[in-house]
């Protein structure tokens, strides 16, 4: 790569300060304002407001339901990943077939990532809602089984795991299949000539090229899962039944918004922050020493 | 040519402007939680203010849900720029009265000399909205909780045409129908905090929390988990093990198995009742909320629904447009109107009288249900709940409802739960609120 060299030495600064301007207001200045806000108690109206030191966090530390909510949220979270990669890759593998009508199939199967996430939760209620979906109406003729997850905890946050997983799906679709299409022919075929078959070319083969976009969408759906995957919880279960579905993002806009407590609400966010910014660091750790890099 | 069809284009954009900045209305906003057939009654009533005078203009706005009319409210109120008026439902009333952001609206009609006979609004509503005897919310959408039953199913078992009136009835009559094939489970619940709990323990004259339900002071707590709380919602529990209690979800999800007639029974507010009379496919008719009967006594149950809140943070000058909406909305008429077109009771004794004169109730005795439920007299059990984040409150409460629904604990252990995590948040909001 050819190293670009600037006649004026402000000018790279100006043209990174766009950026760095819109991380500082829109990344920077909220984190900092959760900092915060987490060592206040603050009336809802936001009238009085005093400092208690590490209260707030105290108070979470010692709650069972904030330890649940964080069981949720990595149970959540790699229910999501798992999903949304395994099938993100298949579905990107068949999408590389010659097939008739491609770029239809292609098109389409990006396009869940086109719905809005309390669209998609409003669209799976309307499928798999007890009293009024579609699945719990057909499956009434066949079998007694009850499909409800109104009072099934464990049902309800495999149904919110899946959707979410549905509208994130797209997207790894279509780093996987830009991926896929990126590994030349000519290797696979030589692959294939030298007697390797379909499971060995993709581990030997297929895989390891993969790697480092398969190590940025773990990244990114993990940090999705935690931080951005709120919308689906907010149109399907509101984080019930009990509290069997309330994630850590959840509980943080539901105390702050809801429940109008922004000092537990924002150390929440504090706290939510760490543990992703620790996910992530491990990650980069190791898992990244597993990727190679062409 | 050119020079023509520009001063054509400018002539025609005076006439389009002109009489709209000849007009200037001063605008009151108006933020309000009705969505559907209740929001689009709402829009009619503000039309009709609007072309009653020339001087003000309220636009009505839904915001969403009663808490993200709030959270709005208060974001709004944070940046200097709060709506004049704000709906807010019942269980924001601690929130609003002691967010120091609010002109009572009796404060409001005094400085405006516009007379208004408060004595005339009922006593529920004027207890549950009121502040050492004032009135600092002006009451407009008020509801209570009743029975709906589905008079096809009632006569598929060959029950008589009537509402169950105790909570043993509605066991049998729901083993009936089931029984008989007239619905797949007896009866569900909307809002399953307000009925079940705040207002069936009104209803039997029991405190729902100590200082007379938070009256009296901030250091609350909860007492649902007594012997009557844990009575009922543990014949709930074993209601819904049977199939004949079936559990359909917070707010008013469960609505649709009594819609599609999956169950025989609903227990919801009357304000869906304007609604149900376009909807429902099938005859159905309502009961007051059932009572368990001796040794408990039928007392009243408490208005749901919400006020409207005047914010502070505008010109003085506006507050005269607020206060004559307001003057509006009390009147008889319109009163009438929108209890008559909604399924909210009306508030005024003078519009329950004018109704009555015109045989109202008689012709349509489902409108009677809930204002009959409101007649007693309040004792400091039935005056209301006055809790902070009652919003969150109710969450926790409904959480351990369904986990007591789902057999994952007794009533005894869920309501002990809902309890400690209730007075949680009330010693909380105390905290923040009190310094």
């Not at chain 2, 007591?404 to 009533?411: R, S």
């Amino acid at each position: 790569m050819k190293r670009a060299v600037f006649p004026n030495r402000l000018l790279p600064y100006l043209l990174v300060l766009p950026q760095i301007a819109v991380t500082g207001v829109f990344f920077f200045w909220p984190a900092l304002e959760s900092v915060r806000l987490s060592v206040f108690r603050t009336s809802p109206f936001g009238d009085k407001s005093f400092f208690v030191g590490l209260e707030n966090f105290r108070k979470l530390l010692t709650s069972s339901e904030y330890y649940s909510s964080i069981v949720n949220s990595f149970l959540f979270a790699f229910g999501v990943t798992a999903i949304g990669l395994g099938a993100g890759l298949l579905v990107a593998a068949l999408a590389t077939q010659k097939i008739r009508g491609l770029a239809a199939y292609r098109t389409a199967v990006l396009w869940p990532y086109g719905i809005a996430p309390p669209i998609a939760g409003i669209i799976f209620l309307f499928i798999f809602h007890p009293s009024y979906g579609a699945l719990p109406y057909w499956l009434s003729f066949v079998t007694s089984y009850e499909f409800n997850w109104l009072l099934k905890g464990w049902v309800a946050m495999a149904l919110v795991i899946v959707a979410t997983a549905w509208t994130h799906v797209g997207y790894n679709i279509a780093f996987f299949l830009a991926g896929l299409l990126a590994i030349p022919a000519s290797v696979l075929e030589a692959a294939s000539v030298d007697g390797a078959g379909a499971i060995r070319r993709f581990r030997s083969i297929i895989f390891p090229l993969l790697s480092p976009i398969t190590f940025y969408l773990l990244v990114v759906n993990l940090i999705f899962s935690f931080f951005g995957s709120f919308g689906v919880i907010h149109a399907v279960t509101q984080g019930g039944p009990g509290r069997a579905t309330e994630i850590m993002v959840f509980k943080v806009y539901n105390d702050g918004l809801i429940g109008l407590n922004l000092g537990s609400s924002a150390a929440q966010s504090v706290l939510l922050m760490l543990v992703v910014i620790a996910l992530t660091a491990i990650q980069f750790r190791f898992v990244e020493k597993r990727v190679t890099y062409s | 040519m050119k020079r023509w069809a520009c001063a054509v284009a400018v002539v025609a954009a005076a006439l389009v402007v002109g009489p709209t900045e000849s007009l200037a209305k001063t605008e009151i906003s108006f933020w309000h939680a009705m969505g559907g057939q209740l929001g689009d009654t709402v829009n009619e009533l503000v039309k009709q203010f609007n072309h009653s005078q020339a001087e003000y203009e309220v636009k009505a706005l839904n915001k969403g849900t009663y808490p993200e009319v709030l959270t709005g409210a208060i974001a709004a109120y944070r940046q200097k720029n709060p709506p004049h008026i704000v709906q807010m439902f019942d269980v924001g009333t601690q929130t609003m009265l002691l967010s120091g952001a609010i002109h009572p609206i009796f404060q409001l009609m005094k400085e405006q000399e516009i007379a208004i006979n408060w004595g005339d609004f009922i006593k529920p509503v004027t207890g549950y909205y009121s502040k050492d005897g004032n009135l600092y919310s002006m009451p407009f959408n008020s509801s209570s909780p009743i029975l709906y039953y589905n008079k096809d199913a009632f006569k598929k078992a060959g029950l008589p045409d009537k509402p169950p009136a105790t909570w043993k009835e509605v066991g049998e009559f729901s083993k009936k129908i089931i029984a008989a094939g007239g619905a797949k489970c007896g009866f569900t619940t909307s809002w399953p905090s307000w009925t079940m709990l705040e207002n069936t323990f009104p209803w039997h004259d029991q405190p729902f929390a100590t200082n007379q339900n938070g009256y009296t002071g901030l250091d609350t707590k909860l007492l649902i988990n007594g012997e009557f709380g844990v009575k009922h919602i543990g014949q709930l529990a074993a209601w819904q093990k049977e199939g004949v209690y079936s559990y359909g979800g917070r707010m008013g999800q469960p609505d649709p198995k009594f819609i599609n007639g999956d169950c025989a029974m609903l227990i919801q507010s009357s304000a869906v009742i304007g609604g149900f009379k376009k909807s429902l496919k099938f005859e159905w008719a309502t009961g007051q909320l059932p009572h368990w009967g001796t040794p408990y006594k039928k007392q009243n149950t408490i208005v749901g629904g919400g006020t409207l809140w005047v914010m502070k943070g505008h010109k003085g000058a506006d507050d005269k447009g607020v206060a004559q909406f307001m003057r509006f909305i009390a009147e008889p008429h319109q009163q009438m109107w929108w209890s008559v077109t909604t399924g909210y009771v009306p508030v005024t004794q003078t519009a329950i009288k004018n109704l009555e004169a015109g045989y109202h109730f008689k012709k349509n005795p489902e409108q009677w249900t809930a204002l009959s439920q409101l007649s007693a007299k309040p004792t400091p059990n039935s005056l209301g709940h006055r809790l902070g984040n009652f919003v969150q409150i109710r969450e926790a409460i409904e959480g351990e409802l369904e986990n007591v629904f789902a057999g994952k604990k007794t009533a005894k252990e869920g309501l002990d739960a809902a309890v400690a995590k209730g007075n949680d948040i009330l010693k909380e909001f105390a905290a923040a609120s009190a310094q």
